[in-house]
């Protein structure tokens, strides 16, 4: 299963983009609230979890995916479950993906340390020892995948799809959704 965490503040289409790409794959996608199922995104958009964090453990998952949004970053930032879940899944190989503001989870943990990845511009001074390709919508290094923001949430979404299923499925969504990136 994939779970994509949603914490109060979240960029939306950071989450909901690659959520449905995901789906449209056949991917077992879970939107996990961080303390509650209703979860306002940034810009006011109220989405309802399937589940929250304490209903999640990772051994159940594939991949665990951090949507950026400052308030959500903050809010996960904060939250020792969620942090421990986040180390846990990476000690355990399981794929870690975030997007935008959302790498810095990842660089705080030390899980980014020399490993190559992207974040939103102009938040490279806290991505610690990373080796941060900018300008890059979407890198791999391993088992973490990073994107840069927003706007690279069509191929962050489809790369996701790609590591778990495959390019010709990803191909297939890309194609079935005329996207042109």
Same mark, same amino acid.
């Given at each position: ?22 789906? /449209? ?16 995104? !940034? ?23 951090l949507?950026?949004?400052? !308030? !959500?970053?903050?809010a996960?930032? !904060? ?8 180390? /846990? ?46 300008g ?46």
């Amino acid at each position: 299963m994939v779970a994509i965490l949603l914490a109060q503040g979240f960029e939306e289409s950071e989450a909901l983009v690659p959520a449905d790409l995901l789906r /449209r794959a056949g991917v077992e996608v879970a939107l996990v609230g961080l303390d509650s199922l209703q979860v306002t995104g !940034g810009h006011h958009i109220t989405v309802t979890a399937d589940t929250t964090l304490d209903q999640i453990t990772p051994e159940q998952l594939h991949m665990l995916v951090l949507p950026g949004g400052l !308030g !959500g970053v903050s809010a996960i930032q !904060g939250s020792t479950p969620a942090l421990a879940l986040i180390q /846990r899944c990476c000690d355990q190989g399981c794929w870690l993906a975030a997007i935008c503001a959302a790498p810095t989870i990842l660089a705080n943990l030390g899980i980014l340390d020399r490993r190559h990845g992207v974040c939103y511009p102009g938040m490279e001074e806290e991505m610690g020892s990373a080796v941060v390709q900018k300008g890059t919508p979407v890198v791999v290094d391993g088992h973490i995948i990073t994107a840069e923001a927003a706007g690279s949430s069509f191929a962050f979404g489809l790369k996701l799809v790609e590591v778990l299923k495959g390019t010709q499925a990803a191909l297939q969504v890309k194609d079935a959704v005329h996207y042109h990136g």
